[in-house]
């Protein structure tokens, strides 16, 4: 976030370069840059006549260079932005020639998603040299709402850490796609508030009470009837809640509750830098590694693994997704 937030002051200032590179399995940052680049760079009168947008499974590498060498109109710039790039993957190379000799007053913004060019290669060697390669990294699971709270904390707006949580465990990983519903809240909340689970039930359908954050915790405490509710509401509502999902998230804590036992320093500090959770999540495994010692949380990882394939239809086609939930329960509990 640090490189983007450099990246978008250098742009301001009018440090550019000939040459954007922007890669990587992360789509969300390399759209906010390329957008930045074709919002800012030339002024709206400038824009008509030097400012082009191809699109990869169009074009050429010789038509993105025959466009780059033209010469700017009326303008100290022309912008050429390529957008998805990645399904030039094959011939990419050949631009090298062009990037060892840029046109000065070309800013070529290449958007290459979900991929990355070889950095042992000559045209990654030459972008470093004549402009910036930008690699948008996708972010781990543990590290998402970190990434939300701080979003939200630069449009003054803060966030509970079970509100984060539901996020993450009902958008997943995809920045976009939490993005977006971060914009929804900031449209419906003023300025300065706290958006919490109640908030983000009543305006993006999430339910605070039945999801697989409550699961999980229901399952550490060994709530039998909460867990029981929440499997029951999951088999009637099976496409918002889908197996693969529960049971890759149950996998992930049971896994993380082994490394809590083989923990030297189970205080909360140090529990929460080694498992990657917010502090506020700490009690939760204390809870759970009290009702599960270390052999019966590896035999429930074993079952969950077992359960996974079983999810995917492998053994089970007869068998429905609620009761073959309702099964997982029972062995775990």
């Not at 169009?58 to 790039?85: F, G, L």
């Not at 915790?217 to 060994?222: D, L, P, R, T």
């Not at 030297?264 to 009290?290: C, G, M, Q, W």
């Amino acid at each position: 976030m640090d490189e983007v937030k450099q990246l978008v002051l250098d742009i301001k200032n009018g440090n550019l370069k000939p040459i954007y590179f922007l890669m990587g399995e992360e789509p969300y940052y390399i759209d906010k840059i390329s957008d930045f680049i074709e919002d800012n760079v030339l002024s709206e009168e400038e824009r008509g006549f030097n400012q082009v947008v191809l699109y990869g499974r169009d074009v050429t590498i010789e038509d993105i260079v025959s466009n780059a060498k033209r010469y700017p109109m009326m303008a100290e710039y022309q912008v050429v932005i390529v957008k998805e790039a990645q399904d030039l993957s094959r011939t990419i190379e050949k631009l090298v020639s062009y990037v060892q000799h840029p046109q000065p007053t070309t800013i070529l913004v290449i958007n290459y998603k979900y991929k990355k060019i070889d950095k042992r290669k000559g045209l990654y060697k030459a972008i470093n040299k004549a402009g910036v390669v930008f690699e948008s990294k996708k972010l781990y699971e543990n590290q998402v709402a970190d990434w939300i709270r701080r979003v939200l904390s630069n449009k003054k707006y803060t966030i509970t850490p079970k509100a984060a949580q539901m996020l993450v465990e009902f958008l997943g990983t995809d920045l976009g796609k939490i993005n977006n519903e971060l914009e929804k809240l900031q449209i419906v909340l003023p300025e300065g508030s706290q958006i919490t689970p109640e908030a983000i039930e009543e305006n993006i359908g999430i339910s605070k009470d039945f999801n697989n954050f409550e699961l999980r915790k229901a399952i550490g405490q060994k709530d039998v009837i909460k867990a029981y509710q929440i499997v029951k509401y999951f088999s009637e509502n099976p496409k918002d809640n889908p197996i693969v999902v529960t049971i890759s998230l149950l996998f992930s804590f049971f896994s993380q509750l082994l490394h809590f036992h083989g923990l030297h320093d189970k205080s909360p500090r140090s529990v929460s830098s080694a498992l990657k959770i917010n502090p506020y999540f700490v009690n939760e495994y204390i809870t759970a590694a009290r009702n599960y010692p270390m052999k019966k949380a590896s035999a429930i990882v074993a079952t969950l693994r077992e359960f996974d394939v079983k999810s995917k239809g492998v053994g089970s086609n007869a068998v429905s997704q609620g009761d073959l939930l309702k099964e997982l329960l029972v062995k775990i509990l």
